[in-house]
């Protein structure tokens, strides 16, 4: 293998690895819009030239991004001193001339940039992105993942049904329109929807958008003074789906979107829109829109609760195990976290990367508490009330069937002691109170006392599982 491949090769890892770090640092939705069409395509005496599929986007990314970029790069390749932005021609693939595409770079490698074999459906991507057009999915979301529940049957039934309708049918739900907050699921059955559709159906054409990508689309074929272009995308489209309604703005923009949705919904083709609100409540679009918005389905996913949490939690363990079946995370951590994390699907899946990062840290199962302090910023305030030790002290009477006046006593009846150390402990890792204070609380005992209980039930703890999951479990239902 000659200088120049090896050379291509190594650019070609660090633009992986830039990528990672990009989408930590901006979010999934920023990356999502500018970079994930962005290739590297030639470098040369320490300037590296990236290729993108718009005018718009070149110029986009060069005002707002070249510095950052340009110090990523050097972090990685300290030869490069200049980044370029070139606009690839027109139906030339955002691979083709790539330097990851070359088939001498990837000498024995039998797989493509998409981990599919070469003769399975590797051009599916590309025939939903429309030749660029659109916004790029997502191989995570698809139906067989998505965690179903009672605040989401409905929208993933219509989902499932327009992603696969009959040949001899007509549609069914046109608009189907489907809203709720943010972090509940909504990207993810439009991504579905897509991978159906193509995967069983894959003479349909499907066009996936997020509202931000139609703007900026619409605003580069304006500025360009070819809007007809931009119309041909949507022609021989038999699936559009738009993404992030909400952020939908502007009055020319809107009336475009009108114009498409008209001719969307007067025919056979399939619509489907997601947004953070209803349609009533989208005070940036006329009523007319509105109402015709209504007009098909409309299907709210409501807020996750404990069993679809849980659900995503199991589904991202069961994906981790397939990478690293070492990792150790038991049944009282995950009720743990679906419990406290209820804001969002994707501060859960946060929550679950950080615990799974500090047990490959730790080298060790992680217990409830190490959970607790390793998401300690993630939980609400009101998730995260003040345990009191009254409440340990009841807890564990109730728990134990023993008295708080024999918990309080001098009485030192194994059946007593036992139940005493893990209120103990309880008390020592739930509340901020000192050992003295703990002591005081607990029959006027000694700080010494406390710290050898505490240390008695940490030992316990780490030899014997049943016990672990038993305290594990009232810290739980403390915490709760």
Avoid at 1 to 23: A, C, E, G, P, Y
Avoid at 25 to 42: E, H, I, M
């Amino acid at each position: 293998m000659d200088t120049t491949i090896k050379k291509n090769i190594s650019i070609v890892n660090q633009w992986d690895k830039i990528s990672v770090k990009l989408r930590a640092q901006l979010g999934d939705d920023l990356y999502n819009s500018w970079f994930t069409r962005v290739v590297p395509s030639s470098y040369d005496a320490g300037t590296l030239t990236l290729s993108v599929p718009t005018l718009f986007l070149r110029s986009w990314i060069k005002s707002r991004y070249s510095e950052k970029l340009l110090d990523l790069w050097k972090v990685e390749n300290s030869e490069i001193k200049r980044i370029e932005l070139r606009v690839r021609a027109h139906g030339e693939s955002s691979k083709s001339k790539s330097l990851n595409n070359n088939q001498n770079i990837n000498e024995g490698n039998t797989k493509n940039n998409n981990g599919l074999n070469p003769g399975s459906n590797v051009n599916i991507e590309d025939d939903l992105d429309l030749m660029g057009h659109g916004t790029p999915l997502d191989r995570r979301f698809t139906f067989s993942n998505y965690v179903i529940g009672r605040s989401n049957a409905l929208a993933h039934a219509a989902a499932s049904r327009v992603a696969c309708p009959s040949k001899s049918e007509p549609i069914e739900f046109n608009p189907l329109y489907i809203h709720g907050p943010v972090g509940t699921g909504k990207t993810h059955l439009m991504n579905s929807i897509a991978w159906e559709s193509r995967s069983k159906r894959p003479d349909r054409k499907v066009l996936f958008l997020s509202a931000v990508r139609f703007m900026s689309s619409f605003v580069e074929a304006v500025k360009a003074r070819d809007t007809i272009t931009f119309k041909k995308i949507f022609a021989d489209v038999d699936i559009l789906l738009i993404d992030d309604m909400q952020f939908l703005q502007g009055k020319a923009v809107q009336q475009e979107f009108c114009h498409i949705f008209n001719a969307f919904d007067t025919s056979k083709h399939q619509i489907v829109i997601a947004g953070d609100l209803p349609p009533s409540k989208l005070e940036m679009l006329d009523d007319r829109m509105k109402s015709r918005l209504s007009g098909g389905l409309v299907a709210q996913i409501g807020p996750t609760d404990f069993d679809i949490r849980r659900g995503i939690l199991e589904k991202r363990l069961s994906q981790t195990l397939r990478g690293n079946p070492r990792i150790e995370i038991s049944q009282a951590v995950l009720d743990f976290l679906a419990r406290r994390i209820q804001s969002s699907g994707r501060e859960l899946e946060g929550a679950m990367n950080r615990i799974i990062a500090a047990h490959s840290l730790n080298k060790r199962p992680i217990t409830v508490e190490e959970a607790a302090a390793t998401i300690q910023d993630l939980i609400s305030e009101e998730q995260n009330r003040q345990v009191m030790i009254e409440d340990v002290l009841r807890a564990i009477s109730g728990h134990f069937n023993v008295t708080k006046q024999d918990l309080l006593s001098a009485r030192r009846h194994k059946t007593i002691v036992y139940p005493r150390q893990i209120g103990m402990y309880l008390a020592k890792i739930l509340t901020s109170r000192s050992l003295p204070e703990i002591g005081r609380k607990f029959g006027g005992r000694d700080h010494t006392t406390v710290l050898h209980a505490v240390r008695k039930i940490e030992r316990l703890i780490k030899e014997d599982a049943a016990i672990r999951t038993s305290i594990e479990s009232l810290g739980n239902s403390l915490r709760e």
